[in-house]
């Protein structure tokens, strides 16, 4: 700027001068020359600029601007501005961090969490609503008609600060959910509508089991109390009756039946508690690591010469074959004895009578065990009653083999599961999680 000063001052300076032409246009072209510079210095320091705060903008913070500038004003400028691009950078990594982490404490909750657009569509869903629903993956509620068609008009219904209980189908399964929404809105951007999605269905069979478990205990405390003194005392007058006096009277003999069926029905009456006592007083597992092929190999070696007799074909399959399940195994084993003798019961009016056992590994790294056969199979009302504590539709069955064993995996942290269609055979399933 001073030096332009000086050419203008200059110029003049020798127009005055009439006798130096050819000095005054050589100096009068300085300025125009100084003045495009000028220009072309600030467009360029202003495209600079211009790109740099547009790549700040579409989110690109790899733009630096240059800091070997001769111009001292301008090279602070571009120290200034880069140590905020630095600054800028280091807190969105730090905030994409955090998003990460809580992306993945969300996908990791037991609680299912659904978030929902005004439109329907599914902004967020995590891996434990999936896995209620049903679904691999969700984008939209209109994916819920093909599990239950009401399913998402009540997704849609729900109003923030409403709780509802709903029932999840799929395929013979139902699956007993609790419902909460709430709104959430986010400053400049369209509500969402939060759902949070709880399986009850763990929480009601253990309540079940324990209501069971109380209601036998005082059962079987209350029978054993009666039937203890009747079965002492009539074991003690069928003593006091002698052997000889039976062939002389008929009504010793009458009164000698009448205690002998009193002492053999409170003999078996006990014995029926004692067997339903079971149920109430299952052991903790003590857990370990156990090969799944020993223990098919144990289960068979146990089932084989029943297998024979009915002439039942019976296969087993383990894949890998060395899987390995953390299991009581003697607990498993009779969870598996258990199934396989009712569905050994199952097959006895088929033709071709098969039960098939197998075990590998699911989608989420976690063992199943599968006891598949080809018998009469049940509908859906029956598979709601089998794990009713004494119910049974055998003419000898105690009625709580299926119930015992459902909580012989609860006490696993696992699930039993029946799969089952009339005339299409029944699917037993032990998942261990």
Same mark, same amino acid.
């Given at each position: 700027?001073?030096?332009?000063?000086?050419?203008? #001052?200059?110029f003049?300076? $020798? #127009?005055?001068?009439s006798?130096?032409?050819?000095?005054t246009?050589?100096?009068?072209?300085?300025p125009?020359?100084q003045?495009?510079a000028?220009?072309?210095?600030?467009?360029?320091t202003?495209l600079?600029?211009?790109r $740099?705060?547009?790549t700040?903008i579409?989110?690109?913070f790899s733009?630096?601007l240059?800091?070997?500038?001769? %111009?001292s004003?301008?090279?602070?400028l571009s120290?200034?501005? !880069?140590?905020?691009?630095?600054t800028?950078s280091?807190k969105?990594?730090?905030?994409?961090?955090?998003r990460?982490?809580?992306?993945s404490v969300?996908? +990791?909750?037991?609680v299912?969490l659904?978030s929902l657009?005004?439109?329907?569509?599914? &902004?967020?869903?995590?891996?434990s609503?999936?896995?209620?629903?049903r679904?691999? !993956?969700?984008?939209?509620v209109?994916? /819920?008609?093909?599990?239950?068609p009401?399913?998402?008009?009540?997704?849609m219904?729900?109003k923030?600060?409403?709780?509802?209980w709903?029932?999840?189908?799929k395929?013979p399964q139902?699956?007993?959910l &609790?419902l909460?929404?709430q709104?959430?809105?986010?400053?400049?951007?369209?509500? #969402?509508?939060?759902l949070?999605?709880?399986?009850l269905?763990?929480?009601?069979?253990?309540?079940e089991?324990? &209501?069971?478990? %109380?209601?036998?205990?005082? /059962?079987s405390?209350?029978i @054993?109390?009666? @039937?203890?003194p009747?079965?002492s005392?009539?074991t003690?007058?069928?003593?006091?009756?002698?052997?000889? =006096?039976?062939?002389?009277?008929?009504k010793?003999?009458?009164l000698?039946e009448?205690?002998?069926?009193? *002492?053999?029905?409170?003999?078996?009456l006990? +014995?029926f508690?004692?067997? #339903?006592?079971? $149920?109430a007083?299952?052991?903790?597992?003590?857990?370990e690591p156990?090969?799944v092929?020993?223990?098919?190999?144990?289960?068979h070696?146990?089932?084989? *010469?029943?297998?024979?007799d009915? *002439?039942?074909?019976?296969e087993?399959?383990?894949?890998?074959?060395?899987l390995?399940?953390?299991?009581?195994?003697?607990?498993i084993?009779?969870?598996?004895?258990?199934?396989?003798?009712?569905?050994?019961?199952?097959?006895a009016?088929?033709?071709?009578?098969?039960?098939?056992?197998? &075990?590998?590994m699911?989608?989420?790294?976690?063992?199943s065990?599968q006891?598949?056969?080809?018998?009469r199979?049940m509908?859906?009302?029956?598979?709601?009653?089998?794990?009713?504590p004494? $119910?049974?539709?055998?003419?000898?069955g105690?009625?709580?083999?299926l119930?015992?064993?459902?909580?012989?995996?609860r006490?696993?942290?696992?699930?039993?599961?029946i799969?089952?269609?009339?005339g +299409?055979?029944?699917?037993? =399933?032990?998942?261990?999680t």
């Open positions: 700027m001073l030096l332009l000063s000086f050419n203008i #001052y200059a003049f300076y $020798f #127009y005055f001068q006798r130096f032409y050819v000095t246009l050589l100096i009068g072209l300085c125009i020359w003045i495009w000028l220009f072309w210095y600030v467009q360029r202003n600079q600029l211009y $740099f705060f547009d700040l579409a989110g690109d733009e630096r240059p800091e070997l500038h001769h %111009d004003g301008f090279r602070e120290r200034s501005l !880069n140590r905020i691009i630095v800028l280091d969105r990594a730090e905030t994409e961090q955090k990460r982490f809580f992306q969300l996908q +990791q909750v037991g299912g659904v657009r005004p439109d329907g569509s599914v &902004a967020f869903i995590n891996r609503a999936r896995r209620m629903l679904l691999h !993956n969700l984008t939209h209109r994916q /819920l008609h093909s599990i239950d009401g399913l998402s008009i009540v997704l219904a729900i923030s600060g409403q709780r509802r709903i029932q999840v189908h395929g139902r699956v007993q &609790a909460f929404a709104k959430i809105q986010l400053p400049q951007r369209e509500g #969402y509508k939060l949070t999605l709880q399986n269905q763990p929480e009601l069979e253990e309540k089991s324990e &209501a069971w478990k %109380d209601l036998i205990r005082v /059962l405390h209350e @054993m109390n009666s @039937m203890t009747i079965s005392l009539s003690t007058a069928l003593q006091l009756i002698p052997k000889e =006096t039976e062939a002389l009277s008929k010793f003999v009458d000698h009448a205690i002998s069926t009193i *002492s053999r029905r409170s003999q078996g006990m +014995q508690v004692q067997n #339903y006592r079971r $149920f007083c299952i052991p903790d597992p003590s857990r156990f090969a092929e020993c223990l098919f190999g144990r289960l070696t146990l089932m084989h *010469s029943h297998l024979i009915r *002439s039942i074909a019976f087993s399959q383990v894949t890998p074959t060395d390995h399940v953390v299991i009581d195994p003697a607990l084993e009779q969870v598996l004895i258990n199934v396989l003798t009712n569905a050994m019961d199952a097959v009016d088929s033709p071709t009578p098969r039960i098939r056992l197998t &075990a590998a699911d989608h989420q790294a976690q063992v065990i006891i598949t056969d080809n018998g199979g509908d859906e009302a029956m598979i709601d009653k089998v794990f009713i004494f $119910f049974t539709t055998k003419t000898h105690s009625g709580v083999g119930s015992i064993s459902r909580q012989i995996m006490l696993h942290a696992g699930t039993l599961r799969i089952s269609s009339v +299409q055979g029944t699917t037993v =399933t032990l998942h261990f």
